[in-house]
């Protein structure tokens, strides 16, 4: 089964760039779609971007489109997500998720995967 490992969170200002990564280890990488998922404190858990086995099936969250980028390195086994032009709700942490059922946009199909620990995104304003 497939290991996760995020990183790349940390404290930013309003207007700030940071790219969070995730690597992949024990399992066959191809095989998964890759999806980030954020929870900010007292709210559910959001299904923010998410990419198929193919590098050209990608879903963002509406909030999310033109500020952040997924994208993945099948030959390092990981996957990114790029963020700018971050604001203070951007503020959670932030999780990988790998599912190997299909349907990369549908964020049910990443309940019973494999998860990462998370990563803290802080935005200041």
């Known amino acids: 089964q497939v290991q996760l490992v995020e990183s790349g969170g940390g404290l930013v200002q309003a207007g700030g760039s940071l790219r969070l990564s995730c690597v992949a280890s024990?399992?066959?990488?191809?095989?998964?779609?890759m999806g980030w998922f954020r929870r900010a404190p007292g709210k559910e858990r959001e299904f923010v971007a998410a990419?198929?086995?193919?590098?050209?099936?990608?879903y963002y969250k509406e909030s999310v489109k033109g500020r952040f980028t997924i994208s993945r390195d099948n030959a390092k086994n990981t996957v990114y997500l790029q963020m700018n032009s971050l604001k203070p709700e951007d503020t959670a942490v932030y999780y990988c998720?790998?599912?190997?059922?299909?349907?990369?946009?549908?964020?049910?199909?990443?309940?019973?995967?494999?998860w990462g620990q998370g990563t803290q995104v802080t935005v200041s304003s």
């Open positions: 998720a790998a599912q190997a059922s299909g349907f990369y946009y549908l964020p049910e199909r990443y309940a019973n995967g494999v």
């Open positions: 024990g399992g066959t990488f191809t095989t998964y779609a």
């Open positions: 990419i198929g086995r193919s590098t050209s099936s990608i």
